[in-house]
T-cell receptor, first 113, second 116 residues
Framework: DAGVTQSPTHLIKTRGQQVTLRCSPK?????VSWYQQALGQGPQFIFQ???????QRGNFPDRFSGHQFPNYSSELNVNALLLGDSALYLC????????????FGPGTRLTVL | AQKVTQAQTEISVVEKEDVTLDCVYE???????LFWYKQPPSGELVFLIR??????QNEISGRYSWNFQKSTSSFNFTITASQVVDSAVYFC?????????????FGGGTRVLVKP
């Protein structure tokens, strides 16, 4: 049973560029959440997708957007990259019932130069 | 608003010692869940334990145990007889029921170093 997968593993971009990160949820899960983890800090909630719609959003600017596809996979897009966007981006999947326990992927390490 | 505080930034122990990690949370909601996650150097967050707000019974699961005290809003976590493989960053997290979805609010993490 495949867990949560994310691609790419690492990414280097320059300021002002745009980036797309991808996530495939654990088999059977229908909800995807994205978190940003700056170095030495805890993960911060960006947003969550369920039934192909953004259901909940954290305190992130509109430069951060996302999408969920019919197969429940998801993308995170960040426009006009800033140096401060350098972080580990974690995707978590869950089932929208019961404990809603979130399973995390290995993350994508984004470096903005 | 929810907030989770982990006052200990780093703990260093020698193998086989017990390690207790502190977690204090803030929420106005009466129904919520608390979690502990482990993050090894690989980066992936690994779920360890969870507790809901209406069950304060403390439990032991293998070498892990937790002490949930609603009166002090604390959810401490103990690793008994630590091993080198326990070296990682540990995060306490909170989820409330009211908000749609299942957003997790994390603390800043505690780095645990277990020396052989």
């Amino acid at each position: 049973d495949a867990g949560v997968t994310q691609s790419p593993t690492h990414l280097i971009k320059t300021r002002g560029q745009q980036v797309t990160l991808r996530c495939s949820p654990k088999s059977g899960h229908d909800t995807v959440s994205w978190y940003q983890q700056a170095l030495g800090q805890g993960p911060q909630f960006i947003f969550q997708y369920y039934e192909e719609e953004e259901r909940q959003r954290g305190n992130f600017p509109d430069r951060f957007s996302g999408h969920q596809f019919p197969n429940y996979s998801s993308e995170l897009n960040v426009n006009a990259l800033l140096l401060g966007d350098s972080a580990l981006y974690l995707c978590a999947s869950s089932l929208d019932t019961g404990w809603n326990e979130q399973f995390f992927g290995p993350g994508t390490r984004l470096t903005v130069l | 608003a929810q907030k989770v505080t982990q006052a200990q930034t780093e703990i260093s122990v020698v193998e086989k010692e017990d390690v207790t990690l502190d977690c204090v949370y803030e929420t106005r909601d009466t129904t919520y869940y608390l979690f502990w996650y482990k993050q090894p150097p690989s980066g992936e967050l690994v779920f360890l334990i969870r507790r809901n707000s209406f069950d304060e019974q403390n439990e032991i699961s293998g070498r892990y145990s937790w002490n949930f005290q609603k009166s002090t809003s604390s959810f401490n976590f103990t690793i008994t007889a630590s091993q080198v493989v326990d070296s990682a960053v540990y995060f306490c997290a909170l989820r409330t029921i009211k908000a749609a979805g299942n957003k997790l609010t994390f603390g800043g993490g505690t780095r645990v170093l277990v020396k052989p």
